[in-house]
């Protein structure tokens, strides 16, 4: 048992420490983003971190006898859920390149035959000296954080085997042991099968390079012909493609020859529409703010933003209202 006097030692420490663990994971937090783009990982839902209350420090404290705060390693925590499992590998590397890493562990490997298919990567980590060399940062460099890494898949079981309590075999009622099992193995599945659907998009991508015979649009032929025939630098992170190839269709734009026609027969109103946007917003500070990267490099339309500057210039507001109206019926039914 921790005895009182070391409680009173330990929430000194707490209150010392926290305010800079909330620090670090704030500041780890708001260098992801550019991390996570260069080394192409796909989050599926936001970052989650969290600081350890008093409250639960005091009881693994008392359990574990804890002397020190620094002794806890996942005092301070961050989670990473991907998308797709390729993104595991890419993520791994960006943290053992960007972080000192201390501690990796698969937590699968701790499962038995009797425990069902929880899996995750946790990594004890802190911050390179090239963190601590910026100021802001140079007190950190002492703190430990836990990442928790794992697939969206992942994270729906962890997530609901937590809640039912389903960890274990021997846990569950035997009526639903068949059930808990197919379900662990169908998100198992899940991960496996969108690892398949990304292996054929880049075979069907590669291929379309070699097409001689212009195919009907899709998005994924669509993003490539924009990003083949419009500026590269106008080109945005998370077009939606799908919503913009509801549009063409219904305006009978439906094959890739069609579409470069449409938009080689417009640029002269492509250029003006980005010309016009570029001298209000870089003219407004309010409006500048909003993206001042693409405005600072001479851009404001995404592709997807640029084909409807033409579809304007070809179609008056209530043709265009209309169009927007349908796609957005039509999207919301399906």
């Not at 004890?124 to 060399?133: A, F, R, Y």
């Not at 460099?141 to 997530?159: C, D, K, M, S, Y």
């Amino acid at each position: 048992m921790t005895s009182d006097s070391n409680f009173e030692a330990l929430e000194a420490d707490y209150n010392r420490i926290s305010p800079l663990a909330q620090r670090l994971v704030d500041a780890i937090e708001a260098e992801m983003p550019s991390l996570l783009e260069r080394y192409g990982v796909s989050l599926g839902v936001p970052i989650e971190k969290r600081v350890k209350d008093w409250a639960s420090l005091k009881n693994k404290a008392e359990e574990k006898e804890r002397s020190s705060i620094e002794t806890i390693r996942d005092f301070a925590g961050m989670r990473f859920i991907v998308l797709f499992q390729r993104d595991l590998a890419a993520l791994n590397s960006l943290i053992i390149e960007n972080f000192d890493s201390e501690e990796v562990e698969d937590v699968a490997t701790r499962l038995d035959t009797s425990q069902f298919g929880y899996q995750s990567t946790h990594y004890i980590v802190k911050l390179k000296p090239t963190w601590l060399g910026v100021p802001r940062y140079a007190d950190l460099g002492a703190l430990n954080v836990e990442f928790q890494v794992r697939t969206l898949a992942q994270h729906i079981w962890a997530a609901a085997s937590h809640k039912l309590q389903y960890k274990q075999e021997a846990g569950v009622p035997p009526p639903l042991r068949r059930t808990i099992s197919r379900v662990s193995a169908l998100l198992e599945t899940v991960d496996l099968e969108l690892s398949r659907v990304l292996s054929e998009r880049e075979i069907y991508v590669a291929e379309l390079n070699n097409t001689v015979a212009q195919t009907k649009l899709n998005v994924t032929n669509l993003e490539q012909v924009l990003a083949e025939i419009l500026p590269l630098a106008n080109k945005g992170k998370n077009e939606r493609y799908d919503q913009l190839l509801i549009e063409l269709s219904l305006l009978g734009i439906s094959d890739v020859d069609q579409l470069k026609n449409f938009i080689n027969g417009n640029r002269e109103a492509i250029v003006e529409g980005e010309k016009q946007q570029l001298e209000v917003h870089s003219t407004k500070e309010r409006l500048a703010k909003r993206d001042p990267e693409r405005i600072a490099a001479g851009v404001f339309y995404t592709h997807t933003g640029l084909v409807r500057v033409a579809l304007k210039a070809n179609y008056d507001k209530d043709a265009i209202k209309e169009i927007m109206d349908q796609r957005r019926e039509k999207m919301s039914s399906d």
